[in-house]
T-cell receptor
């Protein structure tokens, strides 16, 4: 899983609670991403950030929030507004090619979130 | 819209036999295509990519993929399957906004 560390590995959320998933990378990559993985649905993009202090919504951003205060860190908060948070969450990072396009993505080992 | 399809949810192959995992894509312009593999409870690992050049792309762990522009396909192949190849495989395409769109995945079972 390269230089991307996700923690915790397992996380449990109570009703009405916000929880934060950590993602740290030491690859000096500019871009970072959060995906949600559900069985049979592949990966869906939640949020991404291509530069510090800036981020964009992905396809399923509702009920989630992020920050990018440091290049190395891109934490994801699952808020109480996310009514179905049980899933496997994956963080990834990538570096821009000399052509200007974003290169392959490197993934962390994931965090499995369950609702109590 | 850019999209990628993996028509098979699961593929079963006997150990030692050749394997193929299928992928078709729909993009405007030249496609940037990828294959990733995921082992249980782990993140995705990059296998190979096609940007331009030879239609046969070689990647990690003995895998290769064949780009076919007329059929808009990018099938993953390996000449001789190993039990350790059993995993979930994702095809992906880079869209016009430079994001990666992943297929739904194909579970590969290699039978000993």
């Amino acid at each position: 899983d390269g230089g991307i560390t996700q923690s915790p590995k397992y996380l449990f959320r109570k009703e009405g609670q916000n929880v934060t998933l950590s993602c740290e990378q030491n690859l000096n990559h500019d871009a970072m991403y959060w995906y949600r993985q559900d069985p049979g649905q592949g990966l869906r993009l939640i949020y991404y950030s291509q530069i510090v202090n800036d981020f964009q919504k992905g396809d399923i951003a509702e009920g989630y929030s992020v920050s990018r205060e440091k290049k190395e860190s891109f934490p994801l908060t699952v808020t109480s507004a996310q009514k179905n948070p049980t899933a496997f969450y994956l963080c990834a990072s990538s570096i821009r090619e000399t052509s200007g396009a974003w290169n392959i993505q490197y993934f962390g080992a994931g965090t499995r979130l369950s609702v109590l | 819209a850019q999209s990628v399809a993996q028509p098979e949810d699961q593929v079963n192959v006997a150990e030692g036999n050749p394997l193929t995992v299928k992928c078709t894509y729909s993009v405007s312009g030249n496609p940037y295509l990828f294959w990733y593999v995921q082992y249980p409870n782990r993140g995705l690992q990059f296998l190979l990519k096609y940007i331009t050049g030879d239609n046969l792309v070689k990647g990690s762990y003995g895998f290769e993929a064949e780009f076919n522009k007329s059929q808009t396909s990018f099938h993953l192949k390996k000449p001789s399957a190993l039990v350790s190849d059993s995993a979930l495989y994702f095809c992906a395409v880079r869209d016009r906004d430079d994001k990666i769109i992943f297929g739904k995945g194909t579970r590969l079972h290699i039978l000993p």
